[in-house]
Structure formats: structure tokens, C-alpha cells
């Protein structure tokens, strides 16, 4: 069974940049399919990015694209969320999930696998 777990949130000024890592154990990173979602305060689970097990194909929600930027590297069972140019509606947790399979997907009930989270605050 993998594991998942997220690292690299903090406290950072509007504008800075931040990278997220979620590593994986357990198991065969390369048979999922990865994602990124966040929560904030009083609202639901989003959508971030995706990305499939070879890397070649990423998606982004609208509020992110163009800021952020997801990656994996399979060798080392970790996936990255390149965050730049926050803002303060970059504010929540940020979950790593997992999706069994090839293909990414954007909802998060396709997700199988879930990591603990790690805070993300933005100060503008």
C-alpha cells in the first residue's frame, strides 16, 4: 500500500514562490497517476493540478494555471507542486493524492490515496 506524505508548506509573503514535495512509500510509484488539491477555511476540496505516471501530461484548475506547475520523479517516488507568484487565495492545505492507473484525474473521488496535508499560508 503506498503512503503518501506532503512536505514543504509554510508561511510566505504574496508574491513568493513555494514548492510542495509529497514523497511516496510502499509500493510502485510509477502505477498512479497523481494530483494536487488544496482546502481552504470553510470551503470544499479543490482541484490543483494532475499529472499521469509518466509525467507527460498535466492538468490545472484556471485559478492556478500559468502560476503553478506539477512534476513527478518516478525514481525518487516523489511529485512536486511548483507554486509562484502567490497570492493570498493560495491559503489552505494542500493535499498529495493518488489515482491507481495511468490516467489523471480532476475529481477528487477518483483519488484512492490521500496524504496528511501541509498548511500553506500566504500574507498579503
Known amino acids: 500500500q503506498v503512503k503518501l506524505e506532503e512536505s514543504g508548506g509554510g508561511f510566505v509573503q504574496a508574491g513568493a514562490s513555494l514548492r510542495l514535495s509529497c514523497t511516496a512509500s510502499?509500493?510502485?510509484?510509477?502505477?498512479?497517476?497523481m494530483g494536487w488539491f488544496r482546502q481552504a477555511p470553510g470551503k470544499e476540496r479543490e482541484f490543483v493540478a494532475s499529472?499521469?505516471?509518466?509525467?507527460?501530461?498535466?492538468r490545472y484548475s484556471g485559478s492556478v494555471k500559468g502560476r503553478f506547475a506539477i512534476s513527478r520523479d518516478n525514481e525518487n517516488f516523489a511529485v512536486y507542486l511548483q507554486m509562484n507568484n502567490v497570492t493570498s487565495e493560495d491559503t489552505a492545505v494542500y493535499y498529495c493524492?493518488?489515482?491507481?492507473?495511468?490516467?489523471?484525474?480532476?475529481?477528487?473521488?477518483?483519488?484512492?490515496?490521500w496524504g496528511q496535508g501541509t498548511q500553506v499560508t500566504v500574507s498579503s
Open positions: 499529472i499521469n505516471w509518466g509525467g507527460s501530461n498535466t
Open positions: 493524492a493518488a489515482r491507481r492507473g495511468p490516467q489523471q484525474a480532476v475529481l477528487s473521488s477518483e483519488y484512492d490515496l
Open positions: 510502499g509500493g510502485p510509484f510509477t502505477n498512479y497517476a
